[in-house]
């Protein structure tokens, strides 16, 4: 992957400078017309767009919007209001940034101009409801749909993650206690069963050899144990290894279901925002692909393609199996009304209500099935670490 600094030409003659990641300069490019561009000029980012764009990673786009959005309600032009933010910034990347937003909105550019120019710091979803806003003159509007947009995923979000920390917890108690186990208590038993000698069962005599291993080789046993954990994590923390987990994850009738479902929680309800933003469809469409993973993403583009040729919105959704039959008819009521984009908000609401009743059902069934399968496993050590014991207390009987 490579960072590309393409300068374009948008559809009202505007110059545009804006920088993308892709493999090459041609997906780049490609990705540029997408969004409605007419590429003039591409070349690679030097090491300063980089920085950027790793600072902008952790810019807090919501909080700006948010803190923003109240400057602009009070009645400070935008110039004003985005100094403001940058002389209570008191982290000196983000001021870095706000100065050269600062910057170029002296030098004449429009706030979705100077906002594109930072690249990777503001996405293109961002600079194209900033864009649409300005041809109908109503910033703050636009910013508000977009605190209230951000801050609907958001729930989602916290919700998954709230739900995981239960679970997360329990099992990571059960691993120290099983690491302590085999670690620590299983090798003292296994001395003492040496000593005894006899007739031990085959799982007793395992459980004495890995204690055996790990008093005599402590130390090769522990490097090759965190050499393994970095292993898995480096493997875990490649795109394609997680693009692999999440194929065969969705390959699961049930889960596979609920992940489409969320997936198009995220599509819809960004789709309605642009929508709403005034942008035309197609453009909505190509800027909302990647939200979609997978053969999603190839059914997008086929249904969009179908848009294009003029067939409805509905009608093309359903035959690339992007509805349920629930969505299915709030788009043709949208169709009819002419509210489209505030019907997909209305279908993402929908789906979020779905994923989170089938996330408190999941957990709720995941509890208990985690807390019996760490009850077993530790059940099982113990046990053959005191079936010796028992052998040896039958015998003396």
Known sequence: MGV??????????????????????????????????????????????????????????ALFSQELLTLLEAGLPVVEAVETLKEKESKPERQRLLEQLVKNLYEGMSFSQSLEKLGSVFPPLYVATVRASEKSGDLQEALSRYVAYQAQLDIVKKKVVSAAIYPSLLGGSGLLVIIFLLSYVVPRFAKIFEDLGGDIPLMSRLLIQWGRLVREHGGSVLLGTVGFVALMAFWLSRPATRAMLLQRLMSFSSIGEHFRIYQLARFYRTLGMLLRSGMSIMTAFSMTEDLLHGSLRLRLREASEKVRQGTPISVAMEAFDLTTPVSLRMLRVGERSGRMGEMMERIAAFYDEEISRWVDWFIRLFEPLLMVFIGVVIGVIVVMMYFPIFELAGTLQ
């Open 4 to 61: 590309f600094e393409i300068r374009a030409i948008r559809q009202g003659g505007d110059l545009a400078v804006l920088t993308l990641d892709a493999a090459t300069s041609e997906a780049a490019e490609a990705s540029a017309r997408q969004q409605g561009l007419t590429v003039i000029g591409i070349k690679r980012a030097h090491s300063l767009s980089r920085l950027r764009g790793a600072e902008g990673k952790n810019f807090p786009l």
